[in-house]
Protein backbone atom coordinates (compact mmCIF):
# COMPACT_ATOMS: atom_id res chain seq x y z
CA UNK A 1 0.00 0.00 0.00
CA UNK A 2 1.56 3.31 -1.10
CA UNK A 3 0.44 6.45 -0.97
CA UNK A 4 2.41 9.71 -2.71
CA UNK A 5 1.95 12.90 -0.43
CA UNK A 6 4.15 15.20 0.59
CA UNK A 7 2.42 18.20 1.99
CA UNK A 8 6.34 19.98 2.82
CA UNK A 9 6.88 19.95 -0.42
CA UNK A 10 3.87 21.64 -2.52
CA UNK A 11 1.89 25.08 -1.73
CA UNK A 12 -0.01 23.32 0.72
CA UNK A 13 1.19 25.52 3.22
CA UNK A 14 -0.68 28.82 1.18
CA UNK A 15 -3.99 30.09 1.76
CA UNK A 16 -4.95 29.14 -1.94
CA UNK A 17 -3.64 25.45 -1.44
CA UNK A 18 -6.13 24.97 1.68
CA UNK A 19 -8.86 26.11 -0.16
CA UNK A 20 -7.83 24.05 -3.41
CA UNK A 21 -7.61 20.69 -1.59
CA UNK A 22 -11.08 21.40 0.08
CA UNK A 23 -12.68 22.60 -3.18
CA UNK A 24 -11.68 19.62 -4.45
CA UNK A 25 -12.66 17.12 -2.69
CA UNK A 26 -9.22 15.73 -1.54
CA UNK A 27 -9.31 16.93 1.92
CA UNK A 28 -13.00 15.02 2.00
CA UNK A 29 -10.49 11.80 0.94
CA UNK A 30 -8.03 12.19 3.15
CA UNK A 31 -10.50 12.40 6.28
CA UNK A 32 -13.01 9.33 4.93
CA UNK A 33 -9.40 7.71 4.88
CA UNK A 34 -8.70 8.48 8.42
CA UNK A 35 -12.23 7.46 9.45
CA UNK A 36 -11.12 3.77 8.37
CA UNK A 37 -8.35 3.14 10.14
CA UNK A 38 -7.42 0.85 12.35
CA UNK A 39 -5.00 0.42 15.03
CA UNK A 40 -6.58 -1.43 17.47
CA UNK A 41 -6.91 -5.45 18.49
CA UNK A 42 -4.15 -7.67 16.90
CA UNK A 43 -4.46 -6.20 13.37
CA UNK A 44 -1.20 -6.66 11.66
CA UNK A 45 0.35 -3.40 11.29
CA UNK A 46 4.15 -3.30 9.37
CA UNK A 47 6.09 -0.77 8.89
CA UNK A 48 4.96 0.36 5.24
CA UNK A 49 0.85 0.72 6.90
CA UNK A 50 2.46 2.80 9.99
CA UNK A 51 4.46 5.37 7.56
CA UNK A 52 0.73 5.21 4.97
CA UNK A 53 -0.78 6.27 7.87
CA UNK A 54 1.68 8.39 9.04
CA UNK A 55 1.25 10.21 5.55
CA UNK A 56 -2.44 10.96 5.76
CA UNK A 57 -2.21 12.43 9.46
CA UNK A 58 0.40 14.55 8.08
CA UNK A 59 -1.15 15.66 5.05
CA UNK A 60 -4.77 16.63 6.53
CA UNK A 61 -2.19 18.70 9.27
CA UNK A 62 -1.06 20.41 6.55
CA UNK A 63 -4.23 21.24 5.24
CA UNK A 64 -5.37 23.17 8.31
CA UNK A 65 -2.39 24.93 9.46
CA UNK A 66 0.45 28.09 7.72
CA UNK A 67 -2.02 29.59 7.93
CA UNK A 68 -4.79 28.22 9.78
CA UNK A 69 -8.30 27.48 8.21
CA UNK A 70 -11.17 27.69 9.53
CA UNK A 71 -13.06 25.67 7.29
CA UNK A 72 -10.82 23.13 6.65
CA UNK A 73 -10.92 22.92 10.66
CA UNK A 74 -14.96 22.61 10.20
CA UNK A 75 -14.37 19.87 7.71
CA UNK A 76 -12.35 17.90 10.15
CA UNK A 77 -14.41 18.45 13.58
CA UNK A 78 -16.26 15.01 12.53
CA UNK A 79 -12.92 13.22 13.61
CA UNK A 80 -11.69 14.44 16.55
CA UNK A 81 -13.16 12.16 18.75
CA UNK A 82 -11.68 9.53 16.08
CA UNK A 83 -8.35 11.51 15.85
CA UNK A 84 -7.59 11.26 19.84
CA UNK A 85 -9.33 7.66 20.04
CA UNK A 86 -6.75 6.63 17.85
CA UNK A 87 -4.10 8.66 19.83
CA UNK A 88 -5.18 6.82 23.08
CA UNK A 89 -5.05 3.25 21.08
CA UNK A 90 -1.44 3.98 19.63
CA UNK A 91 -0.04 5.37 23.15
CA UNK A 92 -1.07 1.64 24.73
CA UNK A 93 1.05 -0.06 22.25
CA UNK A 94 4.86 -0.92 22.60
CA UNK A 95 5.11 -1.54 19.20
CA UNK A 96 5.37 0.63 15.93
CA UNK A 97 1.89 2.03 16.47
CA UNK A 98 3.32 4.43 19.17
CA UNK A 99 5.44 5.91 16.64
CA UNK A 100 2.11 7.89 15.33
CA UNK A 101 0.98 9.33 18.26
CA UNK A 102 2.55 12.85 17.96
CA UNK A 103 1.87 12.88 14.19
CA UNK A 104 -2.06 12.19 15.75
CA UNK A 105 -1.23 14.93 18.70
CA UNK A 106 -0.57 17.28 16.31
CA UNK A 107 -3.24 16.59 14.11
CA UNK A 108 -5.35 17.86 17.24
CA UNK A 109 -4.15 20.79 18.26
CA UNK A 110 -4.05 21.66 14.42
CA UNK A 111 -8.29 21.27 14.55
CA UNK A 112 -8.36 22.72 17.80
CA UNK A 113 -6.37 26.02 17.79
CA UNK A 114 -7.73 29.52 17.68
CA UNK A 115 -11.50 27.48 17.08
CA UNK A 116 -14.07 27.66 20.00
CA UNK A 117 -16.44 25.28 18.05
CA UNK A 118 -13.94 22.81 17.41
CA UNK A 119 -12.63 23.18 21.75
CA UNK A 120 -16.17 23.02 22.67
CA UNK A 121 -16.77 19.88 20.51
CA UNK A 122 -13.75 18.37 21.84
CA UNK A 123 -14.62 18.94 25.48
CA UNK A 124 -18.32 17.77 24.90
CA UNK A 125 -17.43 14.39 23.12
CA UNK A 126 -15.09 13.29 25.71
CA UNK A 127 -12.10 13.45 23.81
CA UNK A 128 -10.42 16.36 25.96
CA UNK A 129 -11.03 14.11 28.97
CA UNK A 130 -9.67 10.75 26.98
CA UNK A 131 -6.69 13.37 26.41
CA UNK A 132 -6.02 14.70 29.58
CA UNK A 133 -5.92 11.18 31.18
CA UNK A 134 -3.83 9.87 28.39
CA UNK A 135 -1.54 12.72 29.33
CA UNK A 136 -1.97 11.91 33.00
CA UNK A 137 -0.98 8.11 32.67
CA UNK A 138 1.85 8.36 30.18
CA UNK A 139 3.25 11.21 32.77
CA UNK A 140 3.48 8.44 35.25
CA UNK A 141 5.74 6.36 33.66
CA UNK A 142 9.72 6.31 32.34
CA UNK A 143 10.74 9.77 31.27
CA UNK A 144 13.01 8.64 28.22
CA UNK A 145 13.58 11.04 26.06
CA UNK A 146 11.38 9.67 23.53
CA UNK A 147 8.33 9.49 25.89
CA UNK A 148 9.32 12.84 26.77
CA UNK A 149 8.97 14.19 23.20
CA UNK A 150 5.72 12.12 22.99
CA UNK A 151 4.31 13.82 26.14
CA UNK A 152 5.53 16.97 24.79
CA UNK A 153 3.48 16.54 21.30
CA UNK A 154 0.31 15.79 23.86
CA UNK A 155 0.64 18.74 25.83
CA UNK A 156 1.16 20.95 22.91
CA UNK A 157 -2.90 19.51 21.52
CA UNK A 158 -3.93 20.13 25.60
CA UNK A 159 -2.60 23.39 24.67
CA UNK A 160 -4.54 24.33 22.16
CA UNK A 161 -7.79 22.92 23.44
CA UNK A 162 -7.89 25.11 26.68
CA UNK A 163 -6.37 28.42 25.59
CA UNK A 164 -8.32 30.88 26.05
CA UNK A 165 -11.34 28.69 26.88
CA UNK A 166 -12.61 28.14 30.64
CA UNK A 167 -14.53 25.03 30.46
CA UNK A 168 -11.43 23.06 28.84
CA UNK A 169 -8.75 24.30 31.21
CA UNK A 170 -11.48 23.91 34.52
CA UNK A 171 -11.60 20.03 33.03
CA UNK A 172 -8.05 18.99 32.50
CA UNK A 173 -7.51 21.10 35.47
CA UNK A 174 -9.72 18.10 37.54
CA UNK A 175 -7.94 15.09 35.48
CA UNK A 176 -4.57 15.78 37.62
CA UNK A 177 -2.78 17.57 34.39
CA UNK A 178 -1.57 20.42 36.11
CA UNK A 179 0.18 18.23 38.56
CA UNK A 180 1.68 16.40 36.08
CA UNK A 181 2.67 19.11 34.02
CA UNK A 182 4.70 20.05 37.48
CA UNK A 183 6.20 16.85 37.56
CA UNK A 184 7.53 16.83 34.77
CA UNK A 185 9.42 20.70 34.60
CA UNK A 186 10.64 19.29 38.23
CA UNK A 187 12.86 16.46 35.91
CA UNK A 188 16.52 17.02 35.68
CA UNK A 189 17.15 19.08 32.83
CA UNK A 190 20.23 17.13 31.60
CA UNK A 191 17.35 14.50 31.10
CA UNK A 192 14.84 16.69 29.05
CA UNK A 193 15.21 18.74 26.02
CA UNK A 194 14.56 22.42 27.28
CA UNK A 195 12.38 22.49 24.12
CA UNK A 196 9.72 19.64 25.59
CA UNK A 197 10.40 21.45 29.30
CA UNK A 198 8.93 24.87 27.62
CA UNK A 199 5.84 23.55 25.78
CA UNK A 200 5.06 22.08 29.31
CA UNK A 201 5.40 25.47 30.87
CA UNK A 202 3.45 26.56 27.73
CA UNK A 203 0.68 24.82 28.87
CA UNK A 204 0.66 25.28 32.33
CA UNK A 205 0.79 28.75 32.03
CA UNK A 206 -2.91 28.74 29.95
CA UNK A 207 -3.81 26.01 32.39
CA UNK A 208 -3.46 28.36 35.50
CA UNK A 209 -4.35 31.75 33.60
CA UNK A 210 -7.31 33.26 35.10
CA UNK A 211 -8.26 29.80 37.49
CA UNK A 212 -8.03 30.06 40.65
CA UNK A 213 -8.31 25.94 41.19
CA UNK A 214 -5.56 25.33 39.07
CA UNK A 215 -3.36 28.07 40.36
CA UNK A 216 -3.85 26.54 43.68
CA UNK A 217 -3.49 22.52 42.24
CA UNK A 218 -0.02 24.44 40.79
CA UNK A 219 1.07 25.57 44.09
CA UNK A 220 0.39 22.72 46.16
CA UNK A 221 2.47 20.86 43.40
CA UNK A 222 5.15 22.91 44.94
CA UNK A 223 4.90 24.29 40.93
CA UNK A 224 6.38 27.75 41.52
CA UNK A 225 9.89 26.62 43.35
CA UNK A 226 10.08 24.17 40.34
CA UNK A 227 9.94 26.89 37.95
CA UNK A 228 12.30 28.81 40.09
CA UNK A 229 14.54 26.06 39.88
CA UNK A 230 14.59 25.63 36.43
CA UNK A 231 14.78 29.54 35.76
CA UNK A 232 18.25 29.19 37.88
CA UNK A 233 19.56 26.52 35.44
CA UNK A 234 18.18 27.37 31.98
CA UNK A 235 19.51 30.16 29.90
CA UNK A 236 17.06 29.53 27.14
CA UNK A 237 15.71 32.80 26.11
CA UNK A 238 11.60 31.64 25.25
CA UNK A 239 11.82 29.40 28.25
CA UNK A 240 12.84 32.44 30.88
CA UNK A 241 10.46 34.95 29.22
CA UNK A 242 7.38 32.06 29.80
CA UNK A 243 8.36 31.21 33.20
CA UNK A 244 8.67 35.22 33.95
CA UNK A 245 5.74 36.03 32.59
CA UNK A 246 4.07 32.69 34.52
CA UNK A 247 5.63 33.98 37.80
CA UNK A 248 4.23 37.38 37.78
CA UNK A 249 1.16 37.59 36.25
CA UNK A 250 0.04 33.99 38.21
CA UNK A 251 2.08 33.43 41.41
CA UNK A 252 3.92 37.22 42.13
CA UNK A 253 1.74 39.26 44.69
CA UNK A 254 2.46 42.20 42.44
CA UNK A 255 0.82 40.36 39.70
CA UNK A 256 -2.34 41.34 38.09
CA UNK A 257 -4.07 37.98 38.82
CA UNK A 258 -2.94 38.52 42.73
CA UNK A 259 -4.43 42.16 43.00
CA UNK A 260 -7.90 41.67 41.35
CA UNK A 261 -10.23 41.83 44.22
CA UNK A 262 -12.31 38.79 42.70
CA UNK A 263 -9.32 36.79 42.95
CA UNK A 264 -8.30 34.37 45.51
CA UNK A 265 -4.59 35.31 47.09
CA UNK A 266 -4.39 32.02 49.08
CA UNK A 267 -2.06 30.57 46.24
CA UNK A 268 0.02 33.73 46.01
CA UNK A 269 0.51 33.74 49.61
CA UNK A 270 1.57 30.03 49.67
CA UNK A 271 4.02 30.30 46.52
CA UNK A 272 5.83 33.40 48.19
CA UNK A 273 5.91 31.15 51.24
CA UNK A 274 7.28 27.89 49.30
CA UNK A 275 9.99 30.61 48.04
CA UNK A 276 10.83 31.56 51.43
CA UNK A 277 11.97 27.56 52.14
CA UNK A 278 14.34 27.27 48.77
CA UNK A 279 18.23 27.00 49.13
CA UNK A 280 20.31 30.42 49.71
CA UNK A 281 21.26 30.42 46.17
CA UNK A 282 17.34 29.67 44.50
CA UNK A 283 16.13 32.31 47.38
CA UNK A 284 18.40 34.54 45.42
CA UNK A 285 16.86 33.71 42.03
CA UNK A 286 13.67 33.97 43.15
CA UNK A 287 14.09 37.59 44.88
CA UNK A 288 16.35 38.62 42.11
CA UNK A 289 13.30 37.55 39.40
CA UNK A 290 10.46 38.74 41.10
CA UNK A 291 12.31 42.15 42.12
CA UNK A 292 12.89 42.27 38.23
CA UNK A 293 9.48 41.92 37.45
CA UNK A 294 8.19 44.33 39.70
CA UNK A 295 10.51 47.21 38.63
CA UNK A 296 9.55 46.31 34.72
CA UNK A 297 5.85 46.78 36.61
CA UNK A 298 6.49 49.94 38.29
CA UNK A 299 8.14 51.50 34.98
CA UNK A 300 5.35 50.76 32.84
CA UNK A 301 3.53 52.23 35.30
CA UNK A 302 4.76 55.31 35.32
CA UNK A 303 4.48 55.27 31.41
CA UNK A 304 0.98 54.91 32.01
CA UNK A 305 0.66 57.72 34.05
CA UNK A 306 2.59 59.95 31.49
CA UNK A 307 0.17 58.65 28.43
CA UNK A 308 -2.68 59.14 30.80
CA UNK A 309 -1.85 63.28 31.01
CA UNK A 310 -1.02 63.49 27.76
CA UNK A 311 -4.35 61.84 26.34
CA UNK A 312 -7.28 63.66 25.97
CA UNK A 313 -9.52 62.42 28.16
CA UNK A 314 -7.54 60.52 30.14
CA UNK A 315 -7.40 57.16 27.86
CA UNK A 316 -5.05 55.22 28.79
CA UNK A 317 -3.98 51.61 27.43
CA UNK A 318 -4.07 48.39 29.14
CA UNK A 319 -0.46 46.79 29.56
CA UNK A 320 1.15 44.21 31.20
CA UNK A 321 4.54 43.62 32.13
CA UNK A 322 6.41 41.04 30.12
CA UNK A 323 9.86 40.73 29.23
CA UNK A 324 11.00 42.95 26.74
CA UNK A 325 7.61 43.55 25.54
CA UNK A 326 4.43 45.72 26.66
CA UNK A 327 1.63 43.51 25.68
CA UNK A 328 -2.30 42.75 26.65
CA UNK A 329 -3.12 39.79 28.44
CA UNK A 330 -5.19 38.17 24.88
CA UNK A 331 -2.05 39.75 23.10
CA UNK A 332 0.01 37.53 25.53
CA UNK A 333 -1.96 34.53 25.41
CA UNK A 334 -1.65 34.17 21.54
CA UNK A 335 2.50 34.80 21.71
CA UNK A 336 2.63 32.03 23.63
CA UNK A 337 0.83 30.03 21.47
CA UNK A 338 3.50 30.66 18.55
CA UNK A 339 6.25 29.56 20.92
CA UNK A 340 8.01 26.13 20.08
Same mark, same amino acid.
Request: with cysteine; charged share 20%.
Given at each position: ? @????A???T????????? $?VR???????????L?????G???? $?????????????????????????????? $???????R????? =????????? /??S???????LT????A?N?????? +???????????????????L?????????????????????T????????????????A?????????A???? @????K? $??????? =??? &??E???????????????????????????? @??Q??????????????? &????????? /??? +????S????S???????????????????????????????????????? @????????????R??????
Open positions: M @TLTLPESNMCSGKGQM $LTSGCLQTLISIQRCGLGSWS $LDAARIQFWGAVISAISACLNNPRNEQNQG $LCSMVLAVVHLL =VVASDRGDE /RHLVPALASGQCVGVHNQEQ +MCSSGALEELGRVFRRLSQSCSGRSMQILACIANAIDACVDYCQGSILVGSLGVVELVQLLAEPSETDI @THKTF $LLTLAHL =VDD &NDNRQRAVDAHGVPVIVKCLAETGDPEFSR @TAFLLHTCFSPSGELAD &NPGSDNTAC /REA +MKQCELSEDQYWSREVLSRLQNVQHTLDSMNTHDTRATPGGATHDTRA @TPGATVDRRRCAHRRSFP
